[in-house]
């Protein structure tokens, strides 16, 4: 139904689509970076590698000057955890294939 000038709800939101600014993306990829930085130090031990240690990442954080926020370190640890499934699912692979 139309407005007093005649203009559609259709068309009021097609106006206020093309009249707003797409938001900026905003890129991680300084994740990744802080991600493979710890991952390149992360402690091994004789059953294969070892998660990244809090004690590993807060010295990482007083060393790089980084300031990462708790949500940050939140991903590296679901970086981290995928990466370790990653290497586990691997091995095994590779286990099947010599058996």
Known sequence: ????????????????DRDSEEPEPISHEYLIDWFLRLSRRRPTSTSGY????F??????????????????????????????????EAQAKRRDANT
């Open 1 to 16: 139904m139309p407005d007093e000038n005649g203009f559609s709800p259709r068309q009021h939101l097609a106006a206020i």
């Open 50 to 53: 070892a998660p990244l240690t």
């Open 55 to 88: 004690e590993g990442i807060d010295a990482w954080v007083r060393l790089s000057g980084e300031a990462p926020e708790p949500w940050e370190i939140m991903m590296i640890e679901k970086m981290d955890d995928a990466w370790l499934s990653g290497v586990a």
